[in-house]
């Protein structure tokens, strides 16, 4: 299967919020990327070493990217702030807890784990993030950041 075709970004999981969109394509970018490189018939050194790669950018950047929305929901005052931070933290719990145990994976649960990613982040990105953009973009509006 083309990496594109395992995940690619569409304009349809856009939410107007330029930061916010570009950390989204990163995400997206870090599941194909993944993706790709365990289909190259590396040896288990190597795909184990890129899986345990995208579980430390995946800790970094996701949370980096929680905490640039989070910001923004608290300042927005969205009401939907707690159950959404939530998922947030759920998602770092799992991912962090698969650092753990990555190295017992077989290329089977890599595969399974980079399904889990791309899942997580669509679904994400389609239905909880889609329900601050509103929000959002109004207090962004306010303050004469966004058109
Ligand atoms: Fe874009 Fe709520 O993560």
């Known amino acids: 299967m083309p990496d594109g075709e395992f995940v690619e970004w569409n304009d349809k999981y856009a939410t107007g919020i330029p930061l916010i969109d570009d950390e989204h394509k990163r995400l997206v970018e870090l599941c194909r990327d993944l993706h790709g490189r365990l289909l190259a018939n590396q040896s288990?050194?190597?795909?184990?070493?890129?899986?345990?790669?995208?579980?430390?950018?995946?800790?970094?950047?996701?949370?980096?990217?929680?905490?640039?929305?989070?910001?923004?929901?608290?300042?927005?005052?969205?009401?939907?702030?707690?159950?959404?931070?939530?998922?947030?933290?759920?998602?770092?719990?799992?991912?962090?807890?698969?650092?753990?145990?990555?190295?017992?994976?077989?290329?089977?649960?890599?595969l399974k784990f980079c399904i889990f990613l791309r899942d997580w982040v669509l679904s994400h990105i389609a239905h909880e993030d889609k329900l601050y953009i509103p929000r959002l973009l109004d207090y962004l509006k306010s303050k004469g950041k966004q058109q």
Do not use: P
């Open 44 to 110: 288990r050194k190597d795909w184990q070493s890129d899986v345990k790669a995208a579980l430390d950018t995946c800790v970094s950047y996701a949370a980096s990217h929680f905490r640039t929305e989070e910001k923004l929901m608290r300042s927005a005052n969205f009401d939907g702030y707690a159950h959404h931070k939530a998922e947030h933290d759920d998602f770092e719990r799992r991912v962090r807890s698969m650092l753990w145990t990555y190295g017992g994976m077989t290329i089977a649960d890599a």
